[in-house]
T-cell receptor, first 114, second 113 residues
Framework: AQKVTQAQTEISVVEKEDVTLDCVYE???????LFWYKQPPSGELVFLIRRNSFDEQNEISGRYSWNFQKSTSSFNFTITASQVVDSAVYFC???????????FGSGTKLNVKP | GAGVSQSPSNKVTEKGKDVELRCDPI?????LYWYRQSLGQGLEFLIY????????KSGLPSDRFSAERTGGSVSTLTIQRTQQEDSAVYLCASSLLGQNEAFFGQGTRLTVV
């Protein structure tokens, strides 16, 4: 069975603070893919990153960084020096090797206050 | 088109009526997904198409829901005899050969009154 858990329902930070969004997944597949999506108030989901199960190298993109650890089945997302525009709901997702379905976590709502 | 396009963007319908929601995927994308998002909730999988075939319909909530895809492109999600619990945002996504990230449309907000 596939499952993605985002235990943090809502997080509030003050601008310029760093914040980490947690994602824990369950799968029996050896090949799978992990994703993060951002859903701003406008509603459209915006793709942020994809990572395959064989690539545990962490990635940094500007103020965003991702920490993938297979040992703990986690794929955490850190925003450094948060900004008000980062306010959104963030979804972590998992798909098996055949991409027949994206399993989404319940999302974490991030509020960045000025 | 440049992105996934869904129409209508908003739909208000009376309980018991049928509705059709349309999705135009990104050109060349063979994989297409329908998801449903209720207010303040996560994304609920409905159906997956690879080309015109739907190998995974496991998420359709009831037999009132059906979907088709023609020409490996446009998809239509049909809800018959709508109920108030069908009210949600219906999201469509497409991806290239099912091997990359899925790109989502802006969704259709369905309200059943």
């Amino acid at each position: 069975a596939q499952k993605v858990t985002q235990a943090q329902t809502e997080i509030s930070v003050v601008e310029k603070e760093d914040v980490t969004l947690d994602c824990v997944y369950e799968t029996r597949d050896t090949t799978y893919y992990l994703f993060w999506y951002k859903q701003p108030p406008s509603g459209e989901l915006v793709f942020l990153i994809r990572r395959n199960s064989f690539d545990e190298q962490n990635e940094i993109s500007g103020r965003y960084s991702w920490n993938f650890q297979k040992s703990t089945s986690s794929f955490n997302f850190t925003i450094t020096a948060s900004q008000v525009v980062d306010s959104a709901v963030y979804f972590c997702a998992l798909t098996p090797y055949n991409f027949n379905k994206f399993y989404f976590g319940s999302g974490t709502k991030l509020n960045v206050k000025p | 088109g440049a992105g996934v396009s869904q129409s209508p963007s908003n739909k208000v319908t009376e309980k018991g009526k049928d509705v059709e929601l349309r999705c135009d995927p990104i050109s060349g994308h063979t994989a297409l997904y329908w998801y449903r998002q209720s207010l303040g909730q996560g994304l609920e999988f409905l159906i997956y198409f690879q080309g015109n075939s739907a190998p995974d319909k496991s998420g359709l909530p009831s037999d009132r829901f059906s979907a088709e895809r023609t020409g490996g492109s446009v998809s239509t999600l049909t809800i018959q005899r709508t109920q108030q619990e069908d009210s949600a945002v219906y999201l469509c996504a497409s991806s290239l050969l099912g091997q990359n990230e899925a790109f989502f449309g802006q969704g259709t907000r369905l309200t059943v009154v």
